[in-house]
């Protein structure tokens, strides 16, 4: 190994030195011209002659010190910086921005050694990374990341391309042939709009201060949806957009670990063996209907999650009408996979110290856990409760898929669901409650812009 190192190290301690020695030659020949013409010149030039500013002395000192305070030793050990954030201004130091590139390396190891929703999680990571580097400037006007969030993230456009991929990758035959679990997906969106209340109730914590288009950005992590919640943070919290990702895209990574604990404290082991009837055969004719009727009910009761609700329904359309594969199997491919790619760097540019280290980003981090908590035990309770009223039972375990994080929700539901009876399957069930909870989540955005966002 040591072998291996001596040729980069012997052309890494060349290239320094060769530097110092050029420095030396400017400095030295600038000596020697300035001592051989500075007296004739002086003696040469009347006293009525205009004279110029004299040039700045080329010297080894200097040279060495700029370009010392160009490292990233520098930038971390002695660069200080004041910045507006949220009306007010906040001091950012050198140590801010490693511990910033400290956090990107623990979203790089989450995402690609843990497996945590690393699509999302490694693109964020790296940009988390890459935006807090000292002078490099690509999170600055004209910066390389900050150009990917101006045309992609600010105006909307990478969570709409989103909506479309899952549009198109989305069976909905679940959902239409047992109506009713829609109702679970509208369920699980009490924990969002209860987090709003305590989003709003913890600003009466010293150093916490949530405004309520805020607080409702915030409140939409409950809803296990990250696209949504970019969407929705970019409309109303632009601000806390990079914690409030980040959290959105860790829960939803978490919910085999968060979830099972919440539904079997709320489940008896008999309901968790309740088996349900198999679902009938769903028509191409419902499928292809269903996203414009989806649509339809949209325009005409809440425009303003129109975006969201329209993008998913094109891409579902195009899916199941099935004359255009190559645009269906294009936005499920490798439209999807570029747009996540710029979708992860832009909202990495997002987590910058002076935005990311804030008593708020702790808050953001507990609400984003009560909310998800609350969504998946509420999905679990109402399906306890249609029980009561509905001859063929529901499986309560399947009210927790209702959070919209497609298709692991489902899964867990399901992998509960066999512990229990090993030859109860719950998977096609589940997915009914967990596309309805990607739907009653953009509604419940649309309702928050249509209320919050003028």
Same mark, same amino acid.
């Given at each position: 190994?040591? #072998?291996?190192?001596?040729?980069?190290?012997?052309?890494?301690?060349?290239?320094?030195?060769?530097?110092?020695?050029?420095?030396?030659?400017?400095?030295?020949?600038?000596?020697?011209?300035?001592?051989?013409?500075?007296?004739?010149?002086?003696?040469?030039?009347?006293?009525?002659?205009?004279?110029?500013?004299?040039?700045?002395? +080329?010297?080894?000192?200097?040279?060495?010190?700029?370009?010392?305070?160009?490292?990233?030793? #520098?930038?971390?050990?002695?660069?200080?910086?004041?910045?507006?954030?949220?009306?007010?201004?906040?001091?950012?130091?050198?140590?801010?921005?490693?511990?910033?590139?400290?956090?990107?390396?623990?979203?790089?190891?989450?995402?690609?050694?843990?497996?945590?929703?690393?699509?999302?999680?490694?693109?964020?990571?790296?940009?988390?990374?890459?935006?807090?580097?000292?002078?490099?400037?690509?999170?600055?006007?004209?910066?390389?990341?900050?150009?990917?969030?101006?045309?992609?993230?600010?105006?909307?456009?990478?969570?709409?391309?989103?909506?479309?991929?899952?549009?198109?990758?989305?069976?909905?035959?679940?959902?239409?042939?047992?109506?009713?679990?829609?109702?679970?997906?509208?369920?699980?969106?009490?924990?969002?709009?209860?987090?709003?209340?305590?989003?709003?109730?913890?600003?009466?914590?010293?150093?916490?201060?949530?405004?309520?288009?805020?607080?409702?950005?915030?409140?939409?992590?409950?809803?296990?949806?990250?696209?949504?919640?970019? #969407?929705?943070?970019?409309?109303?919290?632009?601000?806390?957009?990079?914690?409030?990702?980040?959290?959105?895209?860790?829960?939803?990574?978490?919910?085999?670990?968060?979830?099972?604990?919440?539904?079997?404290?709320?489940?008896?082991? &008999?309901?968790?063996?309740?088996?349900?009837?198999?679902?009938?055969?769903?028509?191409?004719? &419902?499928?292809?209907?269903?996203?414009?009727?989806?649509?339809?009910?949209?325009?005409?009761?809440?425009?303003?999650?129109?975006?969201?609700?329209?993008?998913?329904?094109?891409?579902?359309?195009?899916?199941?009408?099935? +004359?255009?594969?190559?645009?269906?199997?294009?936005?499920?491919?490798?439209?999807?996979?570029?747009?996540?790619?710029?979708?992860?760097?832009?909202?990495?540019?997002?987590?910058?110290?002076?935005?990311?280290?804030?008593?708020?980003?702790?808050?953001?981090?507990?609400?984003?856990? +009560?909310?998800?908590?609350?969504?998946?035990?509420?999905?679990?309770?109402?399906?306890?409760?249609?029980?009561?009223?509905?001859?063929?039972?529901?499986?309560?375990?399947?009210?927790?898929?209702?959070?919209?994080?497609?298709?692991?929700?489902?899964?867990?539901?399901?992998?509960?669901?066999?512990?229990?009876?090993?030859?109860?399957?719950?998977?096609?069930?589940?997915?009914?409650?967990?596309?309805?909870?990607?739907?009653?989540?953009?509604?419940?955005?649309?309702?928050?812009?249509?209320?919050?966002?003028?």
């Amino acid at each position: 190994m040591w #072998y291996s190192l001596k040729k980069p190290g012997a052309v890494l301690l060349g290239s320094l030195l060769l530097i110092g020695v050029l420095g030396l030659c400017v400095g030295l020949s600038d000596s020697v011209l300035h001592a051989a013409h500075g007296p004739a010149a002086a003696q040469s030039v009347s006293p009525d002659t205009p004279q110029s500013a004299p040039a700045e002395e +080329v010297s080894v000192e200097r040279f060495a010190m700029n370009l010392a305070k160009t490292t990233g030793f #520098y930038g971390f050990l002695a660069d200080k910086e004041t910045v507006k954030f949220r009306g007010g201004d906040v001091t950012v130091y050198g140590w801010h921005k490693l511990m910033m590139l400290i956090i990107g390396g623990i979203l790089l190891y989450l995402g690609a050694a843990k497996n945590f929703e690393p699509l999302l999680l490694v693109p964020i990571g790296f940009g988390t990374v890459l935006v807090n580097i000292p002078f490099a400037g690509m999170g600055d006007d004209g910066g390389f990341l900050k150009i990917i969030f101006d045309f992609g993230i600010n105006n909307e456009f990478f969570p709409l391309v989103i909506f479309m991929g899952i549009g198109a990758l989305t069976d909905f035959g679940p959902l239409i042939a047992n109506p009713r679990t829609a109702l679970l997906g509208a369920a699980a969106q009490f924990g969002v709009f209860g987090t709003l209340l305590g989003a709003v109730a913890l600003n009466i914590v010293p150093g916490i201060t949530y405004t309520l288009k805020e607080a409702c950005a915030i409140s939409i992590i409950g809803g296990a949806d990250g696209p949504t919640s970019i #969407y929705l943070a970019g409309k109303l919290a632009p601000d806390l957009m990079g914690s409030i990702a980040v959290a959105a895209y860790s829960y939803m990574a978490l919910v085999p670990l968060i979830q099972p604990p919440i539904m079997r404290a709320l489940t008896t082991p &008999e309901e968790r063996k309740i088996r349900m009837k198999q679902l009938r055969p769903v028509s191409k004719v &419902e499928k292809i209907v269903f996203p414009m009727l989806l649509l339809a009910l949209t325009i005409l009761l809440l425009p303003t999650a129109a975006p969201l609700i329209g993008s998913i329904a094109f891409g579902n359309f195009v899916r199941e009408i099935g +004359v255009v594969d190559r645009l269906s199997k294009t936005m499920q491919n490798e439209l999807l996979n570029i747009v996540t790619i710029f979708l992860g760097l832009g909202v990495g540019t997002q987590m910058v110290a002076y935005k990311f280290i804030q008593p708020a980003t702790l808050g953001i981090v507990v609400l984003g856990l +009560v909310a998800f908590c609350f969504g998946s035990a509420a999905g679990v309770v109402f399906a306890k409760i249609m029980n009561r009223f509905v001859k063929d039972k529901i499986n309560p375990l399947i009210g927790s898929a209702g959070v919209s994080a497609v298709p692991m929700a489902a899964r867990v539901s399901n992998k509960l669901g066999l512990e229990a009876d090993s030859s109860n399957f719950l998977i096609m069930h589940a997915m009914g409650p967990n596309v309805a909870g990607v739907i009653g989540t953009a509604v419940a955005a649309g309702v928050m812009i249509a209320i919050f966002g003028n």
